[in-house]
């Protein structure tokens, strides 16, 4: 008796919290296909942290050489900076390692108004395009 009673509690509390869960993520954007777009932006790859916390654009910052290559290499994500707004880009960031501050081009699916999963990308030097190979290097 004691076991069904505690057993029914336990499927109690499981269904409160599965309802509460739900009712939580009623409404978000899970990144369903129909809610995202396509597009090409061109602008700076930025480290994002360093971006948000220092404003810092360029690869050396803060006295350090290569501050934003190292801050990618260990996992902080990647960032767009197209005039004054920010796309974090939803990759492996370790792809873009060698080109923070660098002009970039990248096509790829928008979510969420600021999140881009890029299929295609382009460092821009004199004005000549030159594929960064994305390919086969995506977590998803």
């Known amino acids: 008796m004691k076991k069904i009673l ?4 336990m499927l109690f509390v499981g269904a409160v919290f599965a309802g509460a869960y739900a009712e939580e993520m009623k409404g978000m954007d899970m990144g369903n296909k129909k809610k995202s777009k396509v597009l090409t932006v061109t602008g700076t790859l930025v480290d994002t942290s360093c971006y948000i916390e220092d404003g810092a654009t ?6 350090m050489k290569a ?3 190292e801050c990618l290499k260990g996992g902080s994500p990647a960032g767009l900076l197209v005039g004054k707004k920010l796309y974090t880009l939803a990759f492996p960031a370790p792809v873009f390692k060698d080109y923070v501050g660098q002009q970039i081009e990248i096509t790829g699916k928008l979510y969420l108004g600021d999140q881009l999963i890029p ?3 382009f460092v821009v030097k004199s004005g000549k395009k030159v594929e960064i190979k994305i390919a086969g290097k995506a977590m998803m």
């Open 119 to 121: 299929s295609k990308a």
């Open 67 to 69: 501050c934003g290559t």
């Open 6 to 9: 505690v057993l029914s509690v």
């Open 58 to 63: 360029g690869n050396d910052h803060d006295g």
